[in-house]
């Protein structure tokens, strides 16, 4: 992420950035206003050497300005141009610039010559440089015939170029006949001089088309050489050629094409010369010849290269030092080299200069008896020579003026009076150029004026400097001061600059340096004033930056970029790509501060920039944008080293697109096997274009490979040429050998066949062998096609076998096979497990022993042993079914096992059986058992039903499974008051047989909870609860029905009304109180006056478990109703561990943990439903009885 600062823009501001803001007010200051008498001042004309196109008019330049309006003449060649007589010739009007008009008539060679302009007026003359006129030439090169030029390979050769002299001098490039720029290198190239030099010829070289083109840029003209042919012969060419011809000692010796030292083809000699001009551009030129192609290197003695000035080009043959100065001048040392040697040049720099400027003269402004001083002061070398005119005419010839003084380069004013006003002139001269300017001496008597606009007004960013303009002329020159506000005294240089030209400068502008800023000019005849107003305003910044990016091609890309800024400005927003504008693409979209660009292309990999700009500032911030993808395909794959069992191959990476490549993965296809199936052969890192692969006999491999890159893996490559391998024997074996018997009379041996990639050859077959384990016997074997089984017949039942299967094909046998052990058939067991005991330990868990059954026996492998169990009948007489029979098994050689999830007081009947992996044997003999008493599930409802004032009637059904004898029933209830506090609790026992009961006397209107459960002598089981209201006084409703005109008077309305604001604040207290911790006041009472059954008991006392407001004991909440019958569905509470059985999975350890499996049914039991909610009104519920 970049943030990038752009320089500020300054309201009501000529010069923009304040340096140049400065210059242009400096300048200013030295004008004289134009409605003042002033010298004439050369404003523009045209440059000292003009060169022109021969084919357009020539226009001489020459602009000026003074009080009054200037005249102008012209010399030509040092005598007066009289531009009247010549018809071609004309004044531009108020001007003194020539056109001179040679389109139709007239030849430019004519006015060849030097000319020179003069602006004159009553105050004195201001003259130009020297402008020399010269046509620009581009001539044709002379006729020539070039003959072929024939040489050896690997020498050297020049072929000239040599253009026409042009004015001025031509571009200079080598072509073909179809205008393409012939290839150049460190062998070939091009020198300063435009000629074309072989470091040693190749074949490749030859070619009847080599052109010198030479450019002339002035007249936008191209002239060519005729072409050059070159024909580069080997050795061996020229030999045959001439073999008719000479003897064989007059042979060409194949030393022509030797190898050699380097030689310099230019410069000749050692040492050399060179002069260049301060300021201009030092080429220096080493080109050398020699076999190795020499390269160049350059260095300057006693000195270093420039670093910041120094730049090769043509392969380091040419060294460019630009802007040169004295300090340049030295020897530089150019050094050719090759493998054979090397050779050196010096070149002896001097550096020239023309005159420059030290100080030169600027216009001087004095009032009447005023002195002052006219500076001309230059370099060069050699040094210059100063020389002064006055009014164009050499200071000795001019009338002597009694006020001036001449020292060298300095003219003294002293007591100046009007008739001082003059131009001077000021030429430094010396053998390579002149420098020529004038400065006028404008004696004026002037009170003060403010040239700046007045009431400007400045808008500045905060910490940025501002430039108050002030500026100011006068004669003689006024004095400046500024002032800040109204009544503020005179502003002080430790916190402002002062400029000569009268700018205020606030280096750090701050909010306080808001404000009105007055400046006053003062000199002896008056003086003036103005105001400037500066507002100072907040900076723009980026706030959210553009952040980088990493998308997919095809995907989505969104920048932001927030900006905050100025209220009182207006700031846009601007986006580029690249710092260009965005395409003209609906894929991009800019909504407010956001850039989106849809369906992303590699195109769209840029940096993007945010640009925020007000009238004042510019503020911009950039985040580049990298699409990445999937990376390209491979391609060009190649196989070398073509070994029986390796290969190499090779490939060139396809385009990576921006996500670097990680992995290759090699794939191969099985064209004799397995045509157009790809497995995977091998992985390599991202860096590897080759690799080894090891290969099997007898496959037609071809090979691909996919680039895989952090995005994904590419498209596979295409597919390398095939390469097949020659046939072997097996190298492997089949897997995955068993012998397992399918009949007690027989023996299935399989495996797993090798697949057609491990065959190694043609013909594959198996040799299958086996023998029993534990007999003398000898192997028994066969051969088989390839299939992936064979079946013994005539074993034994269960004797474990010796088996082995070895892979065979025309070319021999794998290596000996593995052995592995298998067994012939099995069959049913033929024992029972006896002794078997019975041991219960609860109600519902009962622990089963017995004896195992001889190993010998079984006849199979041992799986386990099962036990089947079912109970015979209930022991109540309510209840008499049978149940279906449940199955455990228990892995292994077990002896006991657990039988879980057992009812209580019941009669169950078991056997058990050994398992093989044949089945069942025989049953044992059945064992008798029967449970003890539990306790009881939940009633099955409890209804209440009949309210009256002061009587509820409860009706119920005893529980589903009593688990026993029920032997009594407890129901306890408890009344609920309007606040839904608990009243006392009372407790009544009910006997077994009842299935109803009247409860007498109790409150009328008033809400009862009850709580209901039956008993067996093993204790309580779970309880049912529910909830009724008895009904209300007919005669308290008929009061109430009498009071309701009541409602109808204003004062009760009033008081209502008083009521519900009262309840409405008590409300907000509460709820306040509730969230800042507090308890709700019920909630408190509520656990003031908990249900006595719901409190913690000790396990032996038989009551219930801890009160939780998430379970029904809690009245009703607020808009349920009970059911019609006021039926409660009791809790299944049932929860024996045979629901979670699985079939025959589940088991029990020898301890009663459970690891044996059992199936069978269970019987499910009617669901409760008794939810709870808020008790309604008394009124909502008589009328839910009605």
């Known amino acids: 992420m970049q943030l990038k600062i752009m320089p500020p823009k300054k309201s009501l501001s000529v010069c923009r950035a304040p340096l140049i803001l400065f210059l242009c007010q400096v300048m200013s200051a030295l004008e004289v206003p134009l409605d003042l008498v002033q010298p004439p001042t050369i404003t523009r004309q045209s440059p000292k050497d003009y060169i022109i196109d021969p084919r357009e008019n020539i226009e001489i330049q020459c602009e000026a300005k003074g009080k009054p309006p200037p005249s102008f003449s012209w010399t030509r060649n040092g005598t007066h141009f009289d531009i009247d007589k010549d018809p071609l010739v004309k004044m531009l009007p108020n001007s003194g610039t020539l056109v001179i008009s040679i389109t139709i008539e007239g030849k430019a060679e004519t006015y060849e010559g030097v000319y020179q302009c003069t602006a004159r007026n009553e105050r004195g003359a201001a003259i130009s440089n020297n402008i020399v ?15 072929q030029i024939t040489i050896l390979k690997g020498q050297s050769l020049v072929l000239p170029c040599r253009p026409p002299l042009g004015l001025p001098p031509p571009i200079i490039f080598w072509m073909d006949n179809s205008f393409q720029r012939l290839p150049q290198s460190e062998r070939v190239s091009q020198g300063l001089n435009g000629d074309l030099y072989f470091s040693n010829v190749l074949p490749e070289d030859t070619r009847e088309d080599y052109i010198c083109y030479a450019r002339f840029n002035h007249t936008q003209t191209i ?67 020699g076999l190795p192609t020499p390269s160049i290197n350059w260095t300057k003695e006693d000195g270093e290269l420039p670093i910041n000035r120094t730049f090769y080009k043509n392969f380091k043959k040419t060294l460019n030092i630009i802007h040169v100065s004295e300090a340049d001048s030295g020897k530089y040392k150019c050094t050719a080299r090759n493998s054979l040697g090397f050779v050196e040049h010096t070149i002896s720099v001097t550096v020239k200069a023309a005159p420059y400027w030290i100080t030169a003269p600027r216009n001087l402004v004095l009032s009447p008896g005023e002195d002052g001083t ?12 100063i020389s002064w005119l006055t009014n164009g005419v050499p200071i000795e010839m001019a009338p002597d003026d009694p006020s001036r003084k001449i020292d060298g380069d300095t003219i003294l004013f002293s007591d100046v009076q009007e008739s001082s006003s003059a131009v001077y002139q000021c030429n430094a001269s010396n053998e390579y150029g002149y420098l020529l300017a004038n400065a006028f001496v404008n004696v004026l008597a002037e009170p003060p004026r403010i040239l700046t606009e007045a009431n400007l007004h400045y808008q500045v960013i905060t910490d940025r400097p501002a430039l108050l303009d002030c500026a100011f002329f006068g004669s003689p020159i006024p004095t400046i ?72 091609r095809g995907g989505k890309a969104s920048f932001e970029c927030k900006v905050k800024h100025d209220p009182t400005l207006i700031a846009t927003l601007t986006w580029l790509k690249d710092n260009g504008e965005l395409p003209n693409d609906g894929r991009f979209s800019v909504d407010n501060d956001h850039l989106v660009i849809m369906n992303i292309s590699d195109e ?24 990445v993808d999937r990376p390209n395909p491979p391609f060009d794959l190649e196989l070398t080293s073509l070994l029986e069992r390796s290969v190499q191959l090779s490939w060139i990476p396809g385009e990576e697109n921006n996500s670097p490549i990680t992995d290759f993965i090699i794939e191969y296809e099985d064209a004799l096997h397995e045509p157009g199936i790809w497995h995977h052969q091998t992985d390599v890192p991202g860096t590897q274009t080759t690799a080894e692969l090891k290969l099997s006999p007898y496959i ?58 491990d065959a190694n050859g043609p ?36 004797v474990p076998y010796l088996v082995k299967v070895q892979a065979l094909n025309d070319f021999g046998f794998a290596p000996e096979p593995m052995i592995i052990i298998g067994h012939s058939g099995e069959d049913l067991p033929m024992m029972a497990p006896s002794n078997v005991r019975v041991n219960v330990v609860n109600s519902t868990l009962a622990e089963v022993h017995w004896e195992p059954v001889p190993l010998k026996s079984i006849r199979g492998h041992l799986k386990g042993y099962r036990i089947y169990y079912w109970k015979v009948k209930n022991s109540s007489k309510r209840h008499r079914r049978h149940v279906e029979k449940k199955i455990l098994t228990f892995n292994g050689n077990k002896t006991h096992g657990m039988l879980p999830g057992l009812e209580p007081f019941s009669h169950y009947t078991l056997n058990v059986r050994v398992v093989n992996g044949k089945g069942e044997g025989p049953a044992s003999v059945d064992q008798v058992f029967s449970t003890p008493e539990g306790v009881p599930s939940a009633p099955l409802f409890l209804k209440i039903v009949n309210p009256t004032l002061d009587s509820l009637t409860l009706e119920w059904d005893p529980p589903s499974h009593p688990n026993g004898i029920l032997t009594a029933y407890t129901l306890k209830f408890q009344p609920i008051n309007s606040t839904h506090e608990l009243g006392p609790l009372v407790d009544l026992k009910i006997a077994a047989n009842m299935t109803s009961l009247v409860l007498r006397n109790l409150s009328y209107s008033t809400r009862y909870k009850f709580y209901f459960y039956a008993q067996t002598s093993a204790g309580s089981g779970s309880q049912i609860t529910e909830e009724a209201v008895t009904t209300v006084d007919e005669g308290k409703m008929a009061m109430a029905s009498r009071q309701v005109d009541i409602a109808t008077q204003g004062w009760f309305i009033g008081l209502m009304c008083a009521v519900a604001l009262l309840i409405l604040v008590l409300l907000i207290v509460c709820f306040i109180r509730r969230n800042k911790g507090g308890k709700y006041p019920v909630k408190e009472k509520e656990d003031a006056h908990a249900d006595p059954e719901i409190q913690p008991m000790k396990e032996d006392d038989g009551t219930f478990g801890e009160y939780s407001d998430a379970e029904d004991h809690k009245p009703l909440k607020k808009g349920s109703r009970t059911p019609s019958d006021r039926t409660v569905k009791k809790e299944d509470s049932d929860d024996s561990l045979v629901d979670y059985g699985e079939g025959v999975n589940g088991q029990f350890n020898e301890d009663g943990s459970f690891i044996g499996q059992y199936s069978g049914k269970k019987e499910k039991e009617p669901a409760e439903g008794n939810e709870s909610s808020e008790a309604p009104s008394p009124v909502n519920a008589m009328n839910s009885f009605v």
Request: proline content about 6%; hydrophobic content about 35%; overall charge negative.
């Open 374 to 385: 006219l500076i001309c002061r230059a370099n060069g070398n050699p040094k210059p020579s």
């Open 133 to 147: 006129i010269r046509p620009s030439r581009s001539p044709l090169w002379t006729k020539e015939k070039l003959e």
């Open 604 to 627: 769209d990999d840029a940096t993007y920039t945010c640009i925020a700009n007000t009238s004042l500032d510019i503020v911009s911030a950039s985040a580049m944008l990298r699409v």
């Open 481 to 552: 001061e500024w002032f800040k506000g109204t009544k503020g005294s005179v502003l002080q240089e430790n916190t402002y600059v002062f400029h000569d030209n009268g700018t205020l400068e606030i280096p750090v502008a701050q909010k306080d340096s808001a404000g009105t800023y007055t400046c006053v000019v003062r000199n002896k005849l008056g003086m003036a004033k103005n105001d400037v107003h500066l507002e100072i305003k907040d900076p723009t910044r980026i706030i959210k930056q553009p952040e980088y990016k990493v998308v997919q």
């Open 700 to 757: 037609k491999y071809a090979f691909r490979v996919i680039a895989v890159n952090s995005i994904g893996r590419s498209l596979p490559s295409e597919a390398s040429e095939y390469y097949m391998t020659k046939a072997a024997e097996p190298e492997e074996n089949p897997t995955a050998v068993e012998g397992i018997g399918s009949e007690p009379d027989n023996l299935v041996i399989t495996w797993q066949p090798l697949k057609g990639f």
């Open 223 to 289: 002239q060519q050489k005729q072409p050059i042919s070159v024909k580069v012969h080997s050795m061996d060419e020229l030999n045959d050629t001439i073999t008719a011809n000479l003897s064989d000692s007059e042979f060409y010796s194949a030393n022509s094409y030797i190898e050699r030292p380097p030689k310099l083809l230019t410069p000749e000699g050692r040492t050399s010369h060179k002069e260049e001009l301060r300021e201009n551009v030092l080429s220096l030129e080493c080109i050398a010849e």
């Open 763 to 798: 013909g594959l077959q198996y040799k299958v062998s086996w023998r029993q384990k534990d007999g003398d016997d000898e192997w028994t074997s066969v051969v088989v096609a390839n299939v992936s089984k064979y079946i013994v017949s005539g074993t034994p039942t269960f």
